[in-house]
C-alpha cells in the first residue's frame, strides 16, 4: 500500500487517525502496531511472519545484551554479534542471494537453486537497519534496552517510515514511544507536511518519470544526444522528489501521530562538493553508515591510507545496501572516488568559484544516477557515450512527451530543488508587519489545501504510480 493510492489516503490513513484520537494514551501504541503490521501484510502477506521474526530475534537480543552488560563482555558481545549476524543473513538471503549465486555461476560454480521462489521483502533494508542501530546503541549503554515488546515491535514496524525510511534511531523516539502527546499545531504541521510530499510524489517525480522511461526504453545505441540529456535530467528530478517526497509524508505521518522523525534530505541539488551532497541527501542513511560503520573502522583517526580504505569499504557497501547489482557497486564506488579526490585534496573544490562547485556535483551526480537507473553495466555506459556525443543515435521519440505542461514541471522541479520556498517563508514570519503573517498564514492553508485536491486529480488521471526506493 503506498502512501499515494486511493486506499491509504481515503481509508486506511484516516481510519488509523480517528481510532488513534479516540483511544486512550495507554492504548495506542498497541493499535498503532496492529495497524502497521496490518499495513505491511496488506502488499506483503506471508511475509509479515519475516517481520514479526524480526521483532522477537531483536527484542530477545536486546534483553541478552543488557543482561550480560555489566556482567560479562564477551557475552554481551556474543549475544550482539548473533543478534547482527541474523539481522545481515536475513537481508544477505533475501536481497542478495540470487546476485551471489549468479556470480559463483560466472566463475565456473555450479549450484542448484531455485531463486524464483524468493521474494524481496519490501523495506527489509530500512527495517534491519534499524533493528541493527538499536542493538548496538543497547550495547553501548547509548539507550536504554526496551522490555516491553510491543514497544520495540512498534519501533520497528511503524507505517509511517517503515518500507522506505527514514531510518529512525530508537533513541530518537523512545521517549515518544513512552509518552506523547499530540496538539493542533502539530498535527497542522503534519498535514502540510504530508500534502507537500504528496505533491513533489504526484505532481513532479510521476510527470518526469514518464520522460525518463521513454529515454531509458530506446536501445541505448540509437537514442539521440539531446534525448539522453533530457532523460537523466528527468530522472534525476524523479528521484528526488520521489525520495525526498516519501521522506516527506513519512515526516507529517509522525507528526499527525505524535512523533517528530529527523529530516532525511537538505537540498542535496545545491551542494558544493560530494562530501556536501552525501551530508545532504538521505540523511538517515548516510549518518548510519557513518555511526556503525565507518567510525567504528577507525574513521578518519588513523592514516590517511586507511582512511580512504574506510570511505572505499563504506561506499561499496551503500552501493550494494541499494541494490543486488554491479550497477548499483559500481554508484557508490563512484560517489566514493570523488569523495576521497575531495578529501586528500586532490580535487580542491574548496578555491573553485560558487558555480564550478554546483556545476562539479551536479555532472556528477547525474553521471552517477546512470549507472543507478540503467539495467547493466554496459546499458549505463553505452547511455554515458551517447552523453557524451562518442555514440549518437537519432531516436527522438521522447520529444514526443515533452508538452508545455512537462516543461512547467520540469522548471518547479528546479526551482523547489533550492531552498527558496524556505528562504521566502522565513522572510515573511520573520516580518515586523503582523496583518501579512495573517494573510500569509491563511494564504498557505489555502495553498495546501488546493495542491492536496490538484495531487488527488493527478492520481485519478494517471496509472503511473511507483516509489523508486520501495525495491531497497
Known amino acids: 500500500m503506498v502512501f499515494s493510492s486511493f486506499v491509504f489516503l481515503f481509508i486506511f490513513l484516516p481510519s488509523v487517525l480517528i481510532i488513534n484520537f479516540l483511544l486512550k494514551q495507554e492504548y495506542r501504541n498497541f493499535f498503532l502496531l496492529i495497524a502497521s503490521l496490518g499495513f505491511y501484510a496488506w502488499g506483503e502477506g506471508i511475509l509479515l511472519l519475516l517481520m514479526l521474526f524480526s521483532i522477537a530475534i531483536n527484542y530477545i537480543s536486546g534483553l541478552g545484551i543488557n543482561y550480560f552488560i555489566n556482567k560479562s563482555i564477551l557475552g554481551s558481545k556474543v549475544f550482539l554479534g548473533l543478534a547482527i549476524a541474523i539481522n545481515l543473513g536475513l537481508l544477505l538471503y533475501y ?229 543486488a547489482s554491479w550497477n548499483f557497486i559500481f554508484w557508490g564506488l563512484f560517489h566514493g572516488f570523488f569523495l576521497i579526490l575531495e578529501r586528500s585534496k586532490i580535487l580542491k573544490t574548496q578555491n573553485w568559484p560558487i558555480f564550478l562547485q554546483h556545476l562539479y556535483v551536479i555532472l556528477i551526480v547525474i553521471i552517477g544516477w546512470v549507472f543507478f537507473r540503467a539495467e547493466t553495466m554496459l546499458d549505463g555506459f553505452s547511455y554515458l557515450k551517447t552523453m557524451l556525443g562518442v555514440s549518437n543515435g537519432d531516436n527522438s521519440i521522447i520529444f514526443l512527451y515533452i508538452n508545455n505542461y512537462s516543461v512547467l514541471i520540469i522548471l518547479l522541479a528546479f526551482i523547489f530543488s533550492t531552498p527558496i520556498r524556505r528562504i521566502f517563508n522565513e522572510k515573511i514570519m520573520n516580518t515586523d508587519y503582523g496583518l501579512i503573517k495573517v494573510f500569509y498564514l491563511t494564504g498557505t492553508k489555502l495553498f495546501y489545501l488546493a495542491l492536496l485536491l490538484f495531487s488527488i486529480v493527478e492520481l485519478a488521471q494517471s496509472g503511473y504510480n511507483p516509489f523508486i526506493y520501495f525495491r531497497f
Not at 493542533?184 to 513533489?200: E, Q, Y
Open 95 to 323: 536481497k542478495y542471494a540470487n546476485f551471489i549465486v549468479e556470480i559463483l555461476q560466472d566463475f565456473g560454480f555450479y549450484l542448484e537453486y531455485d531463486h524464483q521462489n524468493i521474494l524481496l521483502p519490501i523495506g527489509i533494508s530500512f527495517f534491519t537497519f534499524q533493528g541493527i542501530s538499536y542493538l548496538v546503541d543497547v550495547a553501548r549503554q547509548e539507550t536504554s534496552v526496551q522490555k516491553n515488546v510491543f514497544h520495540l515491535g512498534l519501533y520497528i514496524s511503524f507505517f509511517p517510515q517503515l518500507i522506505a525510511g527514514p531510518i529512525i534511531r530508537y533513541h530518537d523516539v523512545a521517549l515518544e514511544i513512552k509518552e506523547r502527546t499530540t496538539n493542533i499545531d502539530l498535527f497542522t504541521s503534519g498535514v502540510i507536511r504530508f500534502i507537500r510530499g504528496l505533491a513533489k510524489k504526484v505532481i513532479i517525480a510521476n510527470n518526469a518519470a514518464l520522460i525518463a522511461d521513454q529515454a531509458f526504453s530506446i536501445p541505448m545505441d540509437s537514442i539521440s544526444q539531446s534525448s539522453a540529456w533530457i532523460g537523466i535530467i528527468c530522472y534525476s528530478i524523479q528521484i528526488y522528489f520521489d525520495f525526498s517526497g516519501y521522506s516527506d509524508m513519512a515526516i507529517g505521518l509522525g507528526k499527525m501521530l505524535g512523533f517528530n522523525f529527523k529530516e532525511n534530505f537538505n537540498y542535496p541539488y545545491i551542494s558544493k562538493s560530494i562530501q556536501d551532497f552525501w551530508r545532504r541527501w538521505h540523511i538517515s542513511l548516510s549518518t548510519w553508515f557513518r555511526d556503525y560503520l565507518y567510525i567504528p573502522l577507525g574513521g578518519n583517526r588513523k592514516s590517511s591510507w586507511r582512511t580512504y580504505f574506510n570511505l572505499f569499504l563504506v561506499f561499496f557497501v551503500t552501493g550494494l545496501w541499494h541494490g
